[in-house]
């Protein structure tokens, strides 16, 4: 009797199951397409009645035809097969999905002087499917309403979407795609207005790209927005179109301006392998008055290297963010192969440049140095270079660049050109000309992955080089050069077996780098480069792995790398960087 009991208490959990589904012929798209849309697969984990799992599975092959539709595939066939496996239900569905349907003609009906401009052109150009391809629904929606967007952004406020029609013809396998859009006026800038500014009227219009009476654009508006934040004159920046009070084709644009905290303070210690353990204290007032003028002064003390630096930034009146800025840097720096004191006095002038930030200025370089010198050994040690330089010398910069994401970039790049020279200058000791350029591109790979290359290199022409001080020559080796090999460790050496720096330069590296979570990652790089004289290139290598952490003060970096195949230098150096990645 108990048994009977028994039995008689299971059978309502043996007649509750799950259902298993797959199938098969076709991969994705087309595979995920069948299982998100057939009923059933919504009870792979739920208790489901005999009586329901036929029900479901008697719907399961036209919904899976029915799902192939809007991917092109009109003339599927589907065949099932139910089976029952325990206290479970297994489902195949076997899929063949036939000749798909293609687009044979494709009309988009937009007047010329809209088709011209390039957002619209750009969206035109890159609708999907095109003829001669597979009609995907999902493909034309995004497509259609691409263009309606790039419409709206250049202007065309008003533009609706009068025919959107596709026409599927099964007996030919073929699709007919007609849109056609009503674009109505275009409208222009109007009034601008910036409110909660705390600078004098007219100052802030030295951002804007475009002026009242221009056409209406929504990238232009972006680049505004991009530019006062770049300013860092303000906490938040709101653009506003005015649509609602559009009057004679006309929007006023309404900027909402909220003031950053005028003054920063900044200090606290630090450690970097290049310059060792110390303290920075930082003053930066991002306006000293209405004019928009800002001041930026820097002391650090650490082991090998104390500087102080001041610079004050005039904004210049006119587009293009022009900006006139002087300051100057003491510093006394002691690095693996040099001790130097200099003073660094430069005036130059900033602006953007065919989207380049151009840099054009003038140095004053006095002080003395000691190239070669080893450590605490004596200053008259024998190969040890002394000098004493007073340059005059202008300089012409480029930079410029790009990044989805400045605080982790996962897709990006950076590119900077400078060239120096002392040519026609009365108050320079020795002739002195130099390029340097420096380039990075760092790119995702996959959801964990980046990849990161960097290259850098120069050349000097000098008529005295022993004249020149170690901030002018080139040296390789470090954190940010070759790891593996200390801070300006690599270089020409004289004949007592000194590094004393080197006419030309040529830094490459290669890094992959691996995260474990959102802020712990680690890394494997291979670096290669050296300073040289002439044609004389011989690189020395350095590999290693590291450590990576995105703190809440930025990139924290920790690589330990050694020399490959050097028998001049062993061991393993340890390296330190914190700072963004471009």
């Known amino acids: 009797m108990r048994r009977i009991l028994l039995l008689l208490a299971l059978l309502p959990l043996a007649a509750h199951a799950g259902i298993k589904l797959e199938v098969k012929g076709v991969d994705d798209p087309l595979r995920h397409a069948v299982v998100s849309s057939v009923q059933l697969n919504q009870y792979a984990s739920r208790q489901v009645t005999e009586a329901q799992v036929r029900r479901l599975y ?24 139910l089976t029952r496996e325990g206290s479970n239900w297994r489902v195949v569905l076997s899929v063949d999905p036939g000749q798909p349907v293609r687009v044979a003609q494709l009309d988009i009906e937009l007047e010329a002087k809209a088709r011209k401009l390039p957002e619209v052109h ?55 795609i007609k849109l056609a859009w009503d ?103 991002r306006w000293v008055n209405r004019s928009g003028h800002k001041w930026q ?47 660094d006095l430069v005036g130059n002038e900033t602006r953007q440049w065919h989207g380049w930030t151009r840099t054009l200025g003038v140095h004053l370089l006095a002080g003395t140095f000691t190239v070669g010198q080893r450590g605490d050994e004596p200053r008259d040690a024998p190969g040890v270079q002394h000098g004493r330089s007073e340059l005059v010398f202008g300089e012409a910069s480029l930079l410029k660049k790009q990044a989805d994401n ?37 790119q995702a790979l996959g959801q964990r992955n980046r990849l990161i290359l960097r290259g850098s290199a120069g050349s000097i022409w000098v008529g005295d080089f022993s004249r020149l001080p170690p901030q002018l020559r080139f040296f390789a080796g470090g954190a940010r050069s070759v790891r593996g090999y200390g801070y300006q460790a690599i270089g020409p050496r004289n004949d007592h077996d000194r590094v004393i720096g080197g006419r030309n330069l040529l830094v490459t590296s290669s890094e992959i780098e691996h995260y474990f979570g959102r802020k712990w990652g680690m890394a494997a790089f291979v670096d290669a480069g050296n300073a040289f004289n002439g044609h004389d290139y011989r690189p020395r290598i350095g590999a290693g792995l590291g450590l990576r952490w995105r703190s809440p003060v930025g990139m924290i970096r920790v690589d330990l790398g050694v020399p490959v195949h050097d028998d001049r230098t062993h061991g393993v150096q340890l390296h330190l960087v914190i700072g963004p990645d471009l």
């Open 297 to 343: 002064n820097e002391l650090i003390v650490a082991q090998r290297l104390k500087s102080v630096s001041t610079q004050y930034a005039i904004p210049m009146p006119g587009p293009n963010q022009r900006s006139f800025n002087v300051g100057g840097t003491w510093r006394d720096a002691d690095t693996h192969s040099s001790h130097s004191r200099t003073l």
């Open 58 to 81: 008697g719907q399961a092959e036209d919904q899976a035809r029915k799902a192939l539709q809007p991917y092109g595939y009109f003339d599927a066939q589907v065949t099932g097969a």
């Open 406 to 442: 400045p605080d982790f970039v996962r897709d990006g790049w950076s590119l900077s050109l400078a060239g120096r020279s002392t040519a026609g200058s009365l108050l320079a000791d020795t002739r002195y000309s130099q390029i340097l350029a420096d380039a990075r591109w760092i």
């Open 122 to 176: 750009h969206a035109v150009g890159n609708f999907h499917p095109h003829k001669g391809e597979v009609l995907d629904q999902g493909q034309y929606t995004e497509s259609r309403d691409a263009i309606s967007a790039a419409l709206t952004a250049v202007g065309y406020l008003d533009a609706r979407l009068v025919t959107h029609r596709v026409e599927v013809y099964r007996a030919d396998r073929r699709a007919v």
């Open 183 to 285: 674009l109505g006026r275009r409208y222009r800038i109007g009034r601008i207005e910036f409110e909660g500014s705390q600078f004098k009227p007219g100052f802030l219009k030295r951002y804007l790209p475009f002026h009242s009476g221009d056409w209406f654009s929504q990238a232009e508006l972006l680049a505004l927005q991009q530019a006062l934040i770049g300013a860092d004159y303000f906490a938040a920046v709101n653009v506003l179109p005015q649509m609602e009070g559009a009057q004679d084709g006309h929007i006023d644009i309404k900027l909402q301006l909220v003031p950053a905290k005028r003054s920063i303070y900044t200090g606290g210690p630090f450690v970097g392998t290049d310059v060792g353990v110390g303290v920075r204290f930082g003053l930066e007032r």
